[in-house]
Nanobody
Framework: QVQLEESGGGLVQAGGSLRLSCAAS????????MGWFRQAPGKERELVAT????????YYGNSVKGRFTISRDNAKNTVYLQMSSLKPEDTAVYYC??????????????????WGQGTQVTVSS
């Protein structure tokens, strides 16, 4: 059974930083790409960032490019999302997810089969 558990969310002022973590178990972590998504109330789920199985390739959504950094530690089965220069529009529930297929990177939620429970990030103005 694959399990993903996010942590690190919270309340932060605009311009501040947070680091989200996602601990994975139940699968060979280093064989799968990982993604961070977010969903704000009344909005569709949005791809924030992806990272390949080795960590050698990353992708960022336009709204977070230059402010967020995704990374992973395969020895710890953990993926991170460092968020800086946070804006009120970054307020959302953030989810980590793992791709359905090994050695593939996904750019839509349909490519991912296991999801964490989500962690709330609230940015105050």
């Amino acid at each position: 059974q694959v399990q993903l558990e996010e942590s690190g969310g919270g309340l932060v002022q605009a311009g501040g930083s947070l680091r989200l973590s996602c601990a994975a178990s139940g699968r060979t972590f280093s064989s799968y790409s990982m993604g961070w998504f977010r969903q704000a109330p009344g909005k569709e789920r949005e791809l924030v960032a992806t990272i390949s199985w080795s960590g050698g390739s990353t992708y960022y959504g336009n709204s977070v490019k230059g402010r967020f950094t995704i990374s992973r530690d395969n020895a710890k089965n953990t993926v991170y999302l460092q968020m800086s220069s946070l804006k009120p529009e970054d307020t959302a529930v953030y989810y980590c997810a793992t791709t359905k297929d090994q050695y593939r990177t996904g750019y839509s939620s349909a490519s991912y089969d296991y999801w964490g429970q989500g962690t709330q990030v609230t940015v105050s103005s």
